[in-house]
């Protein structure tokens, strides 16, 4: 059985709006650290946003302002909400979950991963 499973992408056009959503099954989320990654074709994988066992975030510099990740503690969800979204944001996305932990984290922390979702942008 799937740990981390991964809802929300799809296509749309520059401008719109996403909202990523990734059901965890092993972790209680609000123990856990937990981030969103994407590669795109012919790219390495990135970290887009984490946050960490006290809610702290951080985000690349390419999605700051338009990108916000979350925990819904109520649904033990990590949810992405997307917005402005550019033709460079096409890539697969991951959800990805460890342990507790305090501040930023190499993506090697991270013992789980979803199977992935499509965000396609066009222009």
């Known amino acids: 059985q799937a740990q981390l499973v991964e809802f929300g992408g799809g296509s749309v056009q520059a401008g719109g709006s996403l909202r990523l959503s990734c059901v965890v099954r092993?972790?209680?989320?609000?123990?856990?650290?937990m981030g969103w990654f994407r590669q795109a074709p012919g790219k390495e994988r990135e970290v887009v946003a984490d946050?960490?066992?006290?809610?702290?975030?951080r985000y690349a510099d390419s999605v700051k302002g338009r990108f916000t990740i979350s925990k819904d503690n109520a649904k033990n969800t990590l949810d992405l909400q997307m917005n402005s979204l550019k033709p460079e944001d096409t890539a697969m996305y991951y959800c990805?979950?460890?342990?507790?932990?305090?501040?930023?984290?190499?993506?090697?922390?991270?013992?789980?991963w979803g199977q992935g979702t499509q965000v396609t942008v066009s222009s």
């Open positions: 946050i960490d066992t006290g809610d702290e975030t």
């Open positions: 092993k972790y209680f989320i609000d123990r856990a650290c």
């Open positions: 990805a979950a460890g342990g507790a932990c305090a501040g930023p984290v190499a993506s090697t922390f991270y013992n789980d």
